[in-house]
Each structure stands twice: as C-alpha cells, then as structure tokens.
C-alpha cells in the first residue's frame, strides 16, 4: 500500500454533511436576501402610496405574520414574485402596511443575521477540521518517512 501527497483525502460523512449543510445556509441566505429587497421595495412604496381598505382586511393581513419565517411560502418559484401576503396588502391602508412591512423587515433582517452566524460557524468548522487533516497528514508523513529509515537501515 503506498501513500501519494498528491492523492485527495477521503471524503467523509462528516465533510459531505458539512458541505451540503453550508449549500443550503447559502441558498437560504441568498433567499432571504432576495426577500429582504423586496420587502424593502414594497416599503419603500408604501410610503408613496396612500391606500384604503376595510379593517377586515387589514386584520387578515395582520393575522398571517404570525406564520414561520422558514415557511415554504417564503421560497418564490418562477410564476411567483412576490410573497402572497405581500400582493394583499396592497389594499390596505399605507400606515398598516408601512407597519407590516416594518415588522416583516426586522423579522427578516433578525433571520439573515442568524443564516450568517451559522454559515461563519460551519466555515469554522470546515477550517478546524482541514487543519485537523494537515496536522494528521503530517503525523502520517512522520511516521511513514521513520518506518522507511528503519527498513533501509535494516536492509543494510
């Protein structure tokens, strides 16, 4: 059996885990990143166009923040923009959604700074366990370059 430097290590459970587990932070992250713009977009719209409507409406709209930041709604597909519970606060009155889309910032905003915290803490794992490899590389090498030695002293 011998040994290359030049041979990649062997991907493990843990590694693989890790990768697919950072892929996906970085999808979210970039999801609710996309969501973020257009919360701040319907916002800032918000504050230029005054609406109306009825308090009924207004106290549906209000009724669905209580749902889930990492609900399936929130991942828009290709026919779907906005989030729906965006699109019907279009008929409420500016202050009620200014507020809305406030409060929905803040939540979103609160979420990406938790995706980004646990995407520093997977980069930090991934880096302790790259230098846990080189370390036990280096120990491997160690041995291997003695056991070498030995044999050639051995030989002679």
């Known amino acids: 059996m ?9 991907r493990t459970c843990r590694v ?9 932070s970085e999808r979210k992250l970039q999801e609710e990143r996309q969501r973020a713009v257009l919360l701040e977009q319907h916002l800032e719209k918000m504050r230029l166009e005054p609406g109306r ?28 923009r906005k ?14 959604r200014m507020e809305e889309l406030t409060t929905r910032l803040a939540i979103q905003v609160e979420e ?3 995706l980004k915290a646990a995407l520093g803490s997977a980069l930090r794992g991934k880096e302790e366990d790259f230098r846990m490899y ?17 044999q050639k002293a051995d030989k002679h």
């Open 83 to 96: 989030d729906p519970s965006v699109a019907q606060l279009s008929n409420v009155p500016a202050e009620s």
């Open 134 to 150: 080189h370390e036990t590389l280096g120990q491997v090498k160690g041995v291997f370059l003695q056991a070498l030695r030995q």
């Open 16 to 24: 693989e885990d890790g990768n697919s587990k950072l892929l996906e």
């Open 2 to 10: 011998s040994l290359e430097a030049d041979s990649p290590p062997p």
């Open 53 to 80: 409507t009825s308090a009924a409406q207004r106290a549906a709209s209000r009724s669905k923040t209580g749902l889930p930041a990492s609900n399936a709604r929130h991942k828009p597909n290709g026919s779907e």
């Open 112 to 114: 990406n700074e938790m």
